[in-house]
């Protein structure tokens, strides 16, 4: 508990000081790169502080100056800033809307272009998916829990299709990666942090190119089978 409390107030306290900072030099020099590094530091601290290792299989599989969605499954909530770390590309997210509704976090999300998505309106929800396609369109990599929400029992759950159409809709390949142990770092619904180790598994690339609507389901199939291949 002492852990988690240290670590949650160190965040806090980082979000609060560096965002406006952040914010102000990437409007000044028009680059949001500033946050990303700024981000990447504070999970590599907050990490040393909860005592987390995290090992990385597969990044050469990530090549450089493309543009893919990475889809992972979501055990915890370090989900998030493990992905920040094993993936080396600047990305944007779908996100809960409810992450909007946080101080100051909220207005860097948004600065930095992340989709919140409210998958109780369609409506809504289609036009996230809309603005996500063109972005990557963009040359704008993306992050997703195809999931929805954080598994309660370790297994994977069933699949979203929104991604998976943004995916087709701008053509680029889905890079699907599977994450281990992070359940037992801090269990959902837990606040207590645990030390130990998150495996990430970086899964070969499925190409989008030449896909339509029809393909979907097949896409979804195949993105999941390699998940569980890594679980």
Not at 9 to 18: E, P, Q
Not at 30 to 57: D, E, H, P, S
Not at 70 to 89: M, T, Y
Not at 111 to 140: C, N, Y
Request: charge should be positive; aromatic fraction near 8%.
């Amino acid at each position: 508990m002492l852990r988690a409390t240290v670590v949650y107030l160190f965040i806090g306290l980082y979000v609060v000081i560096m965002a406006p900072i952040g914010i102000i030099w990437s409007f000044a020099t028009k680059n949001n790169g500033i946050l990303y590094c700024l981000a990447r530091f504070c999970i590599r601290v907050a990490g040393w502080m909860c005592q987390v290792n995290v090992t990385i299989r597969g990044r050469e599989k990530i090549a450089p100056e493309t543009t893919y969605v990475f889809l992972s499954n979501h055990q915890g909530n370090f989900d998030g800033p493990v992905l920040f770390h094993a993936i080396p590309q600047n990305w944007k997210a779908l996100i809960k809307k409810e992450m909007m509704r946080i101080p100051i976090l909220s207005f860097v999300l948004k600065h930095a272009q992340f989709v919140p998505i409210e998958r109780s309106d369609p409506k809504r929800a289609h036009t996230s998916i809309d603005l996500g396609a063109k972005l990557l369109m963009e040359g704008h990599s993306f992050i997703a829990f195809p999931e929805g929400t954080r598994s309660r029992d370790g297994r994977l759950g069933e699949f979203k299709r929104g991604v998976f159409i943004m995916a087709i809709k701008a053509q680029v390949p889905i890079i699907p990666i599977t994450i281990r142990n992070s359940a037992k770092i801090q269990p959902p619904g837990s606040f207590a942090i645990r030390p130990g180790c998150i495996e990430v598994v970086i899964h070969d690339p499925i190409p989008t190119r030449g896909l339509s609507m029809e393909d979907r389901n097949r896409l979804v199939q195949q993105a999941r089978d390699a998940i569980i291949a890594g679980l």
